[in-house]
Nanobody, 126 residues
Framework: QVHVVESGGGSVQTGGSLRLSCAVSGYTDSELCMSWWRQAPGHERESIAGTVYTFYGGRSMHVADYLQGRFTISLDNSKNTGYLQMDRLKPEDTAIYYC????????????????WGQGTQVTVSS
């Protein structure tokens, strides 16, 4: 059984940084891909970063345009662990942050992400 666990959330002041981790255990399929989402109070969950495939089949780690320059993502496939580095945090970044994982094959097919974590709270105070 696959388990996805996020960690690293917390409370910080504006301008601070947090590094979220996403550890995937029990996964034995082909290469793992990962994405990050967040859900702010009163809003729907939104995708903010993750593995994307281009039209020609190339693969990259993408961060939403409005977060580039502050958020970066990485994935250590040897550990099946991903990271979301968040810098210069703002109050509007306050949300529950989720990690989703799946095989890269499934991501290429465009199916919904199969494995989700329980989320970790990030609170940014002004």
């Amino acid at each position: 059984q696959v388990h996805v666990v996020e960690s690293g959330g917390g409370s910080v002041q504006t301008g601070g940084s947090l590094r979220l981790s996403c550890a995937v255990s029990g996964y034995t399929d082909s290469e793992l891909c990962m994405s990050w989402w967040r859900q702010a109070p009163g809003h729907e969950r939104e995708s903010i970063a993750g593995t994307v495939y281009t039209f020609y089949g190339g693969r990259s780690m993408h961060v939403a345009d409005y977060l580039q320059g502050r958020f970066t993502i990485s994935l250590d496939n040897s550990k099946n662990t991903g990271y979301l580095q968040m810098d210069r945090l703002k109050p509007e970044d306050t949300a529950i942050y989720y990690c989703a994982a799946d095989s890269c094959e499934a991501v290429l097919r465009g199916t919904d992400w199969a494995y989700w974590g329980q989320g970790t709270q990030v609170t940014v105070s002004s």
